[in-house]
């Protein structure tokens, strides 16, 4: 019966997560092109939006799941560890790639947004 109850609670997080993200991916920001005072160049302003909030708000939520699921299985640091053998070695690779997965795009996506606006700045 437990496993049933974490099972439903990993599926409602994960589908209120994809929610959020197909809702950030609706509510992406638009730009408009604004020339500047002495018409030598001209530039972007966006809008502002809150699509960042629910990206932010959906990886939290698969973070929760991921972390429920690892308390329950009592996965590596929550609880005694599995046997030497194949099945901790598969928990062990599942385990990086789910977490390697969740975090690629946020680090790539402050990469995209900080590396041209430092650039800027500096």
Request: aromatic share 10%.
């Amino acid at each position: 019966m437990a496993s049933i109850i974490v099972q439903v609670v990993v599926i409602l997080l994960d589908v209120i997560a994809f929610g959020l993200g197909v809702a950030a991916e609706r509510r992406r920001s638009t730009a408009v092109v604004v020339p500047d005072s002495e018409q030598n160049y001209a530039h972007c302003v966006y809008n502002s939006d809150i699509a960042t909030g629910y990206g932010v708000g959906a990886l939290l939520l698969l973070a929760v799941a991921q972390a429920v699921l690892m308390a329950a299985s009592r996965c590596f640091c929550c609880g005694r560890g599995l046997k030497p053998g194949g099945s901790r070695a598969c928990a062990l690779i599942l385990f990086l790639f789910v977490w390697y997965s969740a975090f690629a795009p946020l680090f790539l996506s402050f990469h995209f947004l900080l590396v041209p606006r430092l650039a800027q700045a500096g």
